[in-house]
């Protein structure tokens, strides 16, 4: 079994967690979603965002899980290559916007560069956190027995989920935090731990848990507010992402290098189109369709400018990639070139 082989079967979830990302982006997040009177006297359209939003809303937890199974491997090296790719995209979308409206100053260069500090992309800050602590996530779990870290696992269901979810807590209220990705991540250490015992259920099996936790998200809404059914932490958003992760993770493996390329460059999706300045644009465009069209035809708009996104935003990740990978190459060849010199 392969590392390389596992990576390309966990990475088309990779792909399809960004998916999922854009898409609640497009549904929940530019038409908001229906309450809970709504719900009680639904139409079909309400029925429909309310279903989408249930099936989707696992992509970042499947994200998270994704890297806490492969356990990240801190350096500073790869810090530097993460704070890069935020700046990158940052002033991607600052040129674009100077090219756009011709008006540009050094506030808002300046806004652009702090990808840390001066960010609506909760996910970056939050993920820098978790790529600090991975050192010390990793050495704890490496010295927990089995026992010891699902003990350790309830604790952390008891502070997130109990605490946090139920009671409104400030350690974890809706999961937009720190400590939500150090859960998931976690989980994702406790899934490769016992992925072994969990290989004897089949992945069929775990689509229809996954599909049955949906309907327990889709169901709560009726009763919870939009914030609680859709939380990052909640119990039943917590057990359909895990479902649907192990729905890939235990399936037939395959290796395949376009796969593995669409995944690394999948985070760009996230950097490029949330962007306030391009999410407004996206946003405005959604309302201008569903003002102008009905039925299939504002759904063949959607359609079309959902896959346009994501292809060329994918497209622009993989031109970077390549290009970096370049550039530390010949970085690598000269610097060994000028060491054998001396």
Known sequence: M???????????????????????????????????????????TIVAK?????????????????????GIRFSLRGLLRFTVICLVASLTVWVYQWADTCETSL???????????????WFVPAYLGLYILSPFLNAGCDSLTNRRMLVMLLVLTFLNVYLGWYWSGKVNPIGYCVMQLV???????????????????????????????TLCIFVSALFLPDYKTFAYNSPFVLASSVALF??????????????????????????????PYCWIKLRNLLLDFDSR??????IGWCLF??????????????????ISQMLRACFIINFKAEAGSH
């Open 2 to 44: 392969s590392k390389s082989v596992r990576n390309s079967r966990i990475e088309l979830l990779r792909i399809l967690s960004m998916m999922m990302v854009l898409g609640v982006h497009f549904v929940g997040a530019t038409f908001e979603l229906p309450t809970c009177e709504d719900l009680h006297h639904p139409t079909p």
């Open 293 to 298: 069209f009905d039925g299939v035809e504002f």
């Open 50 to 70: 309310e279903l989408l939003e249930s099936l989707m809303i696992v992509g970042v937890n499947c994200f998270v899980l994704i890297s806490g199974f492969f």
């Open 305 to 322: 400018l959902f896959f346009g996104v994501y292809i060329c935003t994918t497209i622009y990740g993989i031109i970077y990639n390549n």
């Open 107 to 121: 506030q808002s260069l300046w806004d652009a560069v702090r990808v840390y500090s001066n960010t609506d992309l």
């Open 183 to 213: 859960y998931v991540y976690f989980i994702g250490r406790v899934l490769q731990r016992f992925l072994p015992r969990l290989q004897r259920i089949s992945q069929y099996t775990y689509f229809i848990m996954y599909l049955i936790a």
């Open 246 to 275: 192990l729905t890939f993770a235990v399936g037939r493996e395959f290796h395949n290098n376009i796969i593995n390329q669409l995944a690394a460059a999948s985070f760009w999706v996230y950097l490029l189109h949330k962007t």
